[in-house]
Nanobody, 123 residues
């Protein structure tokens, strides 16, 4: 398995931007597809975005499409989530996760999870 640590969360005004990072340990990072999820208080964890092993394919939830961009640097064992035009409804704890398969957006298919980083968007 791979160990994941997220960073980059914080408090930002609506319309602002943040870039989340997720650093992975281990030499096999490039063998995992990576996903971003979020969970707001009282709500279920929801899919945000994912990226294939080589970074050539990405997929986004409709709620973030056109505003968020996932990328990865396998040489640095890091995946990123650039978040622009943030809205108050984007407020949540954001998690990165690793999966052996690309294409499933269910949290059940992701075997390794970080501890999460809080994103708060004020109106």
């Amino acid at each position: 398995q791979v160990q994941l640590v997220e960073s980059g969360g914080g408090l930002v005004q609506a319309g602002g931007s943040l870039r989340l990072s997720c650093a992975a340990s281990g030499r096999i990072f490039s063998t995992y597809a990576m996903g971003w999820f979020r969970q707001a208080p009282g709500k279920e964890r929801e899919f945000v975005a994912d990226i294939s092993r080589g970074g050539g394919n990405t997929y986004y939830a409709d709620s973030v499409k056109g505003r968020f961009t996932a990328s990865r640097d396998n040489a640095k064992n890091t995946v990123y989530l650039q978040m622009n035009s943030l809205k108050p409804e984007d407020t949540a704890l954001y998690y990165c996760a690793a999966s052996v398969n690309y294409g499933s957006r269910s949290p059940l298919d992701f075997r390794s999870w970080g501890q999460g980083t809080q994103v708060t968007v004020s109106s």
